[in-house]
């Protein structure tokens, strides 16, 4: 398996422009999860699905977020509009369902918004 | 909400020197995790503790899980080099999700 692939890797956009960021899980993960990286907030979870399913999306900054998964081989996270305080490196990871399963993580996507 | 503490934020020391970082939790957990990120890379999982008092021992790092569950150590005994980077503890949350702490840095001066 090629792990958690993650695209695009970097992407700089300017403020106010729509930004999708893709994840395709490792095959049979059952869980996936988007994080935000930055030095003053560390790693934040956004949002949490389970079989497709948002469990749980409480870190999910404000409504010019949105994540989807429409099917067990792919998500997305997309901002619109984009903001300069966006900037941040994106991770998603994925999981078998169960309790302290081990989280396999991508590359992750660098997101300049200028 | 659930959070899980980590301390301390930053941690600089020789090649050589002993290297611990704690991890706190105001709730109990059902497990904790740790991961390491290398500089520019992305976290990588080193360990899970599920059971009350465990200690587990990968190489030169050794790993605790607190008595009531709530905290958790790394210990590395003799840092090298390779060891630097970010390290995470990780609370295994009520609904399988995972809350990571803010991470000790380490950074080892050769």
């Known amino acids: 398996d090629a792990g958690v692939i993650q695209s695009p890797r970097h992407e700089v956009t300017e403020m106010g422009q729509e930004v999708t960021l893709r994840c395709k899980p490792i095959?049979?993960?059952?869980?996936l999860f988007w994080y935000r990286q930055t030095m003053m907030r560390g790693l934040e979870l956004l949002i949490y699905?389970?079989?497709?399913?948002?469990?749980?999306d409480s870190g999910m900054p404000e409504d010019r977020f949105s994540a989807k998964m429409p099917n067990a081989s792919f998500s997305t996270l997309k901002i619109q509009p984009s903001e300069p305080r966006d900037s941040a490196v994106y991770f998603c990871?994925?999981?078998?369902?169960?309790?302290?399963?081990?989280?396999?993580f991508g590359q992750g996507t660098r997101l300049t918004v200028v | 909400g659930q959070q899980v503490m980590q301390i301390p934020q930053y941690q600089h020391v020789q090649e050589g020197e002993d290297f611990t970082t704690y991890c706190n939790s105001s709730?109990?957990?059902?497990?904790i995790q740790w991961y390491k990120q290398r500089p520019g890379g992305h976290p990588v999982f080193l360990i899970q503790?599920?059971?009350?008092?465990e200690v587990k021992k990968q190489k030169r790092l050794t790993f605790q899980f607190g008595e009531a569950k709530k905290n958790s150590s790394l210990h590395i005994t003799a840092t090298q080099t390779t060891d630097v980077g970010t390290y995470f503890c990780?609370?295994?949350?009520?609904?399988?999700?995972?809350?990571f702490g803010k991470g000790t840095k380490l950074s080892v001066k050769p």
């Open positions: 699905f389970n079989n497709n399913v948002p469990i749980d």
């Open positions: 709730t109990t957990l059902s497990n």
């Open positions: 990871a994925s999981s078998r369902t169960g309790l302290g399963a081990e989280a396999f």
């Open positions: 990780v609370g295994g949350g009520s609904q399988g999700n995972l809350i």
């Open positions: 503790l599920v059971k009350s008092g």
């Open positions: 095959s049979g993960h059952n869980s």
